[in-house]
């Protein structure tokens, strides 16, 4: 049974930073994507960001480039977001996803599994 588990996320103040971690247990694949996405109340899931098996390759949506970065170490499982210079308005519960296809999606279709999230709050 596919497990994503995420933590590190907190309240934090506006300009601050934050870490985010998905580990990953149960699988049985080879190689994987994994993706971040976020919700914020009344709002539809979205995604943030994706990276690719090797790590080689990432995209990041237009609202968090040049502040957050995806990257992951294949030997823990584990997928990292680092968020820095955060705003009120990346306010939201941030899930981890699985694609076990090589595809960089960005639709929370493209994705098979998925973790509980992890809330982050940013204050003004």
């Known amino acids: 049974q596919v497990q994503l588990v995420e933590s590190g996320g907190g309240l934090v103040q506006a300009g601050g930073f934050l870490r985010l971690t998905c580990t990953v247990s149960?699988?049985?694949?080879?190689?994987?994507?994994m993706g971040w996405f976020r919700q914020a109340p009344g709002k539809e899931r979205e995604f943030v960001a994706a990276?690719?098996?090797?790590?080689?390759?990432?995209i990041h949506s237009n609202s968090v480039k040049g502040r957050f970065t995806i990257s992951r170490d294949n030997a823990k499982n584990t997928v990292y977001l680092q968020m820095n210079s955060l705003k009120p308005e990346d306010t939201a519960v941030y899930y981890c996803?699985?694609?076990?296809?090589?595809?960089?999606?960005?639709?929370?279709?493209?994705?098979?599994?998925w973790g509980q999230g992890t809330q982050v709050t940013v204050s003004s």
């Open positions: 990276i690719g098996w090797s790590g080689g390759t990432t």
């Open positions: 149960g699988h049985t694949f080879g190689a994987y994507a």
């Open positions: 996803a699985l694609d076990p296809g090589f595809a960089l999606g960005k639709r929370v279709n493209d994705y098979d599994y």
